[in-house]
């Protein structure tokens, strides 16, 4: 259960670290888990295409929820004078900054 | 069976589309006085009221485009690549990108638009909201020339 107090803490922090976790899992493919669409099998971690192509948008969502869940939890429970500061703009300004990140790391899709 | 899902999370995403918008309107461009015309009605709604719609509706056309995502991936994306469609094929990159971080600030925006008397997150709630919209839009239009470039053929 988050405390009144943390609940801010809580939603700020998770929607910057998600950002930030969601961008570094698909540049690195940090998958938690693969899933093969031909043969409707999942994986854990990220294994190559065999049958058909490897799916990991899914493992990078859940890496990515979970990794942030956990900083967010940690970050709520962290003194209150610690994050009395916290900019609440830091939950759009984060996913703003990835969602620009990935228009630069698509850019050959619309470049040729 | 994925052609009623498509349709479906179609369904789903129009009635989003229209959520957002109205509330993105009404945060941005709020009405000033007594709206008369078709657009003034559209900006003079209350935003709060869209919160939990939006939500919901979020997640249910994300969670349905998730389970339709390995049709698209087998049999649309793979014809894409073949025909050498670049752009069409970027633009459903951005889009499950850009659905994605909004599902991360889902519960953010659902925090910051509790309390819409709070001052201090003003900003934050209008900016949210905006995001929201755009992913939303942009998401609604790449489905739609995807499902004309390559239609039920699925």
Known sequence: MIAARSKPVFV???????????????????ALFTYHAATEEFHFLVQPASDGPAMYWYGWLATSALGASAIAALTSWLPSASTKRLWSGLAWSTP???????????RRYFMQ | MIVALLILHGLLAVALLGAVTHQALSVWLPARKTASSFVARMRGVTATSYVNAIVVLYALTALLGGIIYPTYRLNVRIVLEQMQLH?????????????????GMLPAYWYFWRAPEAIEHARARAVLTAILAFIVWWGFLVGHVLNNIRGFDL
């Open chain 1, 12 to 30: 700020i922090t998770f929607a910057a670290a998600y950002a930030i976790l969601y961008v570094v899992s698909v540049q690195y493919n940090l």
């Open chain 2, 87 to 103: 752009v069409p094929n970027g633009a459903f990159e951005l889009k499950e990108h850009f659905v994605a971080l909004g599902l």
């Open chain 1, 96 to 106: 703003l900054v990835v969602m620009i990140v990935f228009v630069y790391i698509l």
